[in-house]
């Protein structure tokens, strides 16, 4: 659902990727958990730390089995940009 409603510009899909992630991980589902996360990945132009994202993509990660996967994969590609964009937004405020 969060991905249609983003596809439709709704903006409240971050909300439904966030109780989805809740239900997942409720249920100890990384696999649906990570997925419900990558929703939230998708291009932005808003360069606000996002770390709602943050922590979900590392609860999502705690879940999902240590072993080498495509979906893990993605869940650290996805973790270390918003990482980078977090980095980034404590160097501008020390600098």
Do not use: N, Y
């Not at 409603?5 to 958990?33: I, K, N, P, W, Y």
């Not at 606000?48 to 240590?66: C, H, M, Q």
């Not at 994969?73 to 918003?82: N, P």
């Amino acid at each position: 659902m969060a991905e249609a409603q983003r596809r439709a510009g709704d903006l409240t899909h971050r909300d439904a990727v966030f109780e989805a992630g809740e239900l997942a991980a409720s249920l100890g589902d990384g696999e649906r958990l990570t997925r419900a996360a990558l929703v939230i990945m998708r291009p932005t132009t808003d360069m606000t730390v996002d770390r709602s994202g943050i922590a979900l993509f590392e609860r999502a990660l705690a879940l999902l089995p240590a072993t080498d996967s495509t979906l893990r994969a993605r869940a650290m590609a996805a973790l270390g940009l918003k990482l980078i964009k977090a980095d980034a937004d404590f160097d501008r405020r020390f600098a």
